[in-house]
């Protein structure tokens, strides 16, 4: 058996600097997490197992108490409550997902913006209440008439195009060209705002795909941007599976002749990593 490990697998500089900062908070006083703190359930686990409590909802949050916002950033109006309820804020938003923020609000009076990824995604979601509400979410090619449609509203002449940090590459490259035949008449401005991590990983993981035949990608059932390194693999190898922990490979054969790869999510912990290898090893 010969197994090849991603060399770009595990935390992003965004998720370490969310968990290691969460970790000196949690050590002091009685703390909130406003939703996931990442995508992976060992991660929270472990901080909740030191004192921080997960909530779904700022209603949830005692007023007066300290509160993490998690990586993916959180709504506008959500910071603005937060301050009603006189809570304070430890702001773990990752700084590329913050600078998104920054960018889409200045553009907002000026610019008709389309955010490209996946309307549901705690990212996407704040990242659209700085947008205003001149934009837009699409994530297939499907949803660009309806797009066209409300910019077609607001009288602007130009159009701004960015994306989830976490979002296929290929795809965003994708969507962008019909997006611009679609608006050839207007001014259209692409800032490709996928995080330069989870661009290079989904690169390795293709690389990796073509040279085995079967490819175990690690990470939480949440992660979206795991979910896309599954996508990715699949492109070239017929036999891809997504887990979280070694026991989720015990009814997966393996054999001798084997060629494994291994690549993980960007809130995947070093140790469900060497957790997956030994496990391999020892087959």
């Not at 007066?64 to 301050?83: D, M």
């Amino acid at each position: 058996m010969e197994i090849i490990v991603g060399k770009l697998g595990g935390f992003c500089f965004g998720v370490k600097n969310a968990i290691d900062s969460a970790l000196k908070e949690v050590n002091d006083d009685k703390i909130y997490c406003l939703g996931e703190i990442v995508h992976n359930e060992k991660v929270i686990q472990m901080l909740e197992n030191k004192g921080m409590i997960t909530v779904d909802s700022i209603d949830e949050i005692p007023n007066n108490s300290n509160v993490i916002f998690r990586s993916h950033g959180e709504a506008k109006e959500i910071y603005e409550e937060a301050n009603l309820k006189n809570l304070k804020i430890i702001d773990l938003t990752c700084p590329k997902v913050k600078a998104i923020h920054i960018k889409v609000e200045r553009e907002k009076e000026k610019s008709f913006i389309i955010i490209v990824g996946k309307k549901n995604h705690p990212e996407i979601i704040g990242t659209k209440s700085f947008a205003g509400k001149n934009s837009f979410v699409i994530e297939n090619d499907d949803e660009i008439l309806d797009c066209y449609m409300e910019y077609e509203k607001t009288n602007l002449g130009k159009v701004y195009i960015v994306s989830q940090t976490t979002f296929s590459s290929l795809k965003f490259d994708r969507l962008v060209e019909e997006l611009e035949l679609n608006f050839y008449e207007a001014d259209v401005i692409v800032d490709k705002t996928i995080c330069d991590s989870t661009e290079n990983r989904q690169k390795e993981t293709r690389e990796i795909s073509k040279k085995v035949n079967k490819m175990i990608i690690i990470g939480g059932k949440h992660s979206s941007n795991t979910k896309e390194l599954a996508k990715v693999a699949e492109e070239n190898c017929g036999k891809v599976y997504l887990v979280q922990e070694s026991k989720d490979l015990k009814s997966i054969e393996f054999t001798n002749n084997d060629k494994i790869g291994i690549m993980a999510g960007a809130s995947t912990p070093k140790e469900s990593i060497d957790e997956i290898v030994n496990f391999l090893n020892q087959i």
